[in-house]
């Protein structure tokens, strides 16, 4: 099989899963955007695409044809270059695999055919997904593989990724990067992520003792990254300020007058993005004092029980909010928001009525998600071992493209 690599996360996990599918005799092509991405190359074939923005699909579609491809493989399927791609493969009748982080967190990525979130060829069929149990006998319960903490993995990976990029400028100059920060403004950014950690460890320490205290109901609002395509894709919302503002206006009009309202930064977000302006204005606006707070380092499974409601975009807290049968609310388009799962009403009516989480729903959605697009694995630990997982889930399934969803279940695992 002829395979094509594209973008993949940052670090080395394309170059090992690149030689992994060569060492299993198959011909792979990477295609290389930037010095960052020629950080690790394969030992195939590797090529900088050096075009501008309206060369990509023919450039795409020559070196398809030229090298025979049959499958192109890349890491998210929103960046300019790989919606390009995930459109021209649907043309072609070509597969194209996605791999992105785990809807299910921590220990998991996600793997699935023609997309992923809104995108994936779960996405028409969750609703059937999650009112039919799996059979035992392709229940995907038994991963158990714990993957720890990766943070050092990632800043390694990240560095030297960003400094090689910024080295090389000059012969990529028409890159477009789905991230808006140079070099200097990302570990800038990073170290003061950082103080900021360590800074709002005691005020929300604080803040969780008093949310231990408190009657009223608690509303939490998990931020997401400021540049995320969950939100520029799979949402009407045009950024994480507008949630913001729609979320506190709604609340002032219209949760009960004892409510207390929780946002929380996004940890990856701390040092690159600050929301506390606009949110002391908001409550100055609407005269929200003693009502709204804005944290950091907030332990999320000891807040569960505590909480009314979850209002997410399409945050995969949503599912882990479900997970602990906190009433949740979306205000984009997820995977997991579905009748019986999540509130179905406008975000006004979730102040005063949340609809109940239904635990069996849940159990098969959640099951669903594992045994058709989770792998018990990492980016930037035990590589080989998620390597090897994801070649033959891919194997396994590689004659489905992406023409129906329903293809991806046969009557052997489901019948929906």
């Known amino acids: 099989m002829k395979i094509l690599l594209l973008q993949g996360p940052l670090g080395s996990f394309f170059q090992v899963l690149g030689n992994q599918l060569i060492q299993q005799q198959h011909t ?79 220990d998991f990525i996600t793997l699935e055919a023609g997309g992923v979130n809104a995108y994936s060829p779960l996405y028409p069929i969750a609703q059937q997904l999650s009112e039919q ?24 990976f990240a560095s030297r990724y960003h400094i090689i990029r910024a080295l090389k400028t000059k012969h990529f100059t028409h890159y477009i990067n789905h991230r808006p920060w140079n070099l200097r403004q990302e570990a800038f950014s990073w170290l003061k992520g950082g103080i900021i950690k360590l800074l709002q460890k005691r005020p929300d320490h604080q803040l969780m003792a008093l949310l231990r205290q408190t009657t009223a109901d608690i509303f939490f609002v998990p ?66 004092q003693g009502r709204v707070h804005y944290a950091y ?9 505590l909480l009314t409601g979850v209002i997410t975009i399409n945050s995969t807290v949503g599912l882990s909010a479900l997970h602990h049968n906190v009433p ?23 102040w005063t009525t949340q609809a109940p989480v239904s635990p069996d729903l849940y159990k098969n959605l959640h099951a669903a998600l594992r045994q058709y697009s989770q792998i018990n694995g990492s980016f930037f630990k035990q590589q080989e071992s998620t390597v090897n997982m994801i070649i033959a889930r891919m194997l396994a399934t590689q004659s489905i493209a992406i023409h129906s969803p329903r293809s991806l279940l046969t009557k052997k695992t489901i019948n929906v």
């Open 28 to 106: 792979v092509y990477k295609i290389d955007f930037n010095g960052g991405d020629q950080s690790w190359p394969i030992k195939g074939h590797n090529q900088a695409f050096q075009g501008q923005r309206h060369d990509w699909q023919e450039y795409l579609h020559q070196h398809i044809a030229l090298w025979s491809i049959d499958m192109i493989i890349c890491f998210g399927d929103c960046r300019f270059y790989h919606r390009q791609a995930a459109l021209l493969c649907q043309k072609l009748k070509l597969a194209f695999w996605v791999l992105e982080e785990g809807y299910i967190r921590p």
């Open 133 to 156: 149990a799996l059979p035992e006998e392709v229940d995907s319960g038994s991963d158990n593989l714990i993957i720890g903490k990766t943070f050092i993995k990632r800043a390694y």
């Open 223 to 288: 931020l997401q990254v400021s540049e995320d395509f969950q939100i520029r894709q799979h949402s009407d919302l045009n950024s994480v300020i507008d949630m913001i503002h729609q979320v506190m206006s709604s609340f002032s009009q219209h949760a009960p007058k004892n409510a207390l309202l929780v946002l929380k930064h996004h940890p990856m977000d701390r040092g690159f993005v600050n929301y506390k302006t606009h949110i002391n204005l908001l409550i100055q606006k609407y005269q929200l």
């Open 297 to 305: 380092e907030l332990p999320l499974p000891p807040l569960y029980p």
């Open 328 to 350: 949740t609310c979306c205000l984009g388009r997820a995977l997991y928001h579905l009748k019986g799962l999540t509130h179905q009403g406008s975000l006004n009516d979730f």
